[in-house]
Structure formats: structure tokens, C-alpha cells
């Protein structure tokens, strides 16, 4: 199944490590310092320029273990709505 996270970004549900709330993630030194790492190192996906509200982290190619950020205009509890409903 696939999730949509908005502006026809469209991501294998089973590939998805996590969903991320940006308000409450990206207070954490950690978490800035790892999306700006993710950013020089290109891939980091930007799905809409509006106001970023999450950021789901997946695996791009799982043969060759890469991942990947896509930062969304979607809340949370959006995209894990949409998550569930593609499960089941």
C-alpha cells in the first residue's frame, strides 16, 4: 500500500521508519542538526513550499539501504490516518 503525503508524493506505506510531528521533533539539537545533514546530503524532499507541519523518514531503497526525508504540509495525524486506512 502507499501513503500520500501531499502534492503527489506518494510513499510505500511498509518503507516508512516514521512519522514526525516538526513543531515537537525539531526542538532537539539532534533532530536539527540530522535534517540539515540530510539536506547537504540530498535527500531531504520537500513535498509543498507551505508551512512544514511533519517529516517522514523511509527507506528509499531498501536493496541498498538508503533512506530518505520528505518533509510535509500534512499534520501527523493526517498522514497516519491516511497510513491506516491504506493498511487496511
Do not use: W
Not at 532537539?28 to 540539515?36: H, I
Not at 507541519?53 to 526525508?69: G, R, W
Not at 500534512?74 to 491516511?82: D, G, H, M, P, Q
Amino acid at each position: 500500500m502507499y501513503l500520500h503525503a501531499g502534492n503527489n508524493k506518494i510513499i510505500r506505506t511498509k518503507s516508512i521508519i516514521g512519522i514526525f510531528d516538526m513543531d515537537n521533533a525539531t526542538m532537539g539539537a539532534d533532530t536539527r542538526s540530522f535534517l540539515k545533514k540530510a539536506q547537504s546530503d540530498g535527500i531531504l524532499e520537500i513535498s509543498k513550499t507551505e508551512i512544514p507541519k511533519s517529516f517522514i523518514l523511509y527507506d528509499k531503497n531498501e536493496n541498498i539501504n538508503q533512506t530518505a526525508v520528505c518533509i510535509s504540509q500534512l499534520s501527523t495525524l493526517s498522514l497516519a490516518s491516511r497510513a491506516k486506512k491504506s493498511i487496511e
